[in-house]
């Protein structure tokens, strides 16, 4: 039996070893028109959102060690695939206005920041001023169209 358990561990251990070298891309392309917004607004999203939706994402420790290297990696490609405030003044007027009502819509369910994010990133939940500043941002648009 005890055999056995170490040939298991021995295995686990070399598989574990064996996925550090897959190692996924970790890159922040450069800002090519970011997002031009009320100081207060900046400091909410870079500190809740720019590490997945921004190109200055900041690579945590954990992010160099597979698989969990993978998980943040695709987080952040999908991230910047959905919305990317590095690209924000790039984008026609009608399109950065529906990206800040789903901006809106996201904090005011609950659904962004992630939750599996804020385990790790407790400083990145949003207090209910920090969802004011946002609503108070989006809804200072709407008034002026």
Known sequence: MKRGLKTMLLVLLAIVLGIQLFRSER???PVMGDLRAPAAVKEVLRESCYDCHSNETIWPWYSAVNPVGWLVA???????????FSDWENFEA???WHMKQEILEVVESGEMP??????????????TEDRAVLTQWVQSEDSMR
């Open 94 to 96: 009608q399109k950065r």
């Open 74 to 84: 695709a987080d952040v490609i999908e991230g910047r695939e959905h919305l990317n």
């Open 27 to 29: 890159s922040n392309p």
């Open 114 to 127: 992630l939750s599996v994010y804020l385990l790790m990133h407790g400083n990145a939940r949003l207090s």
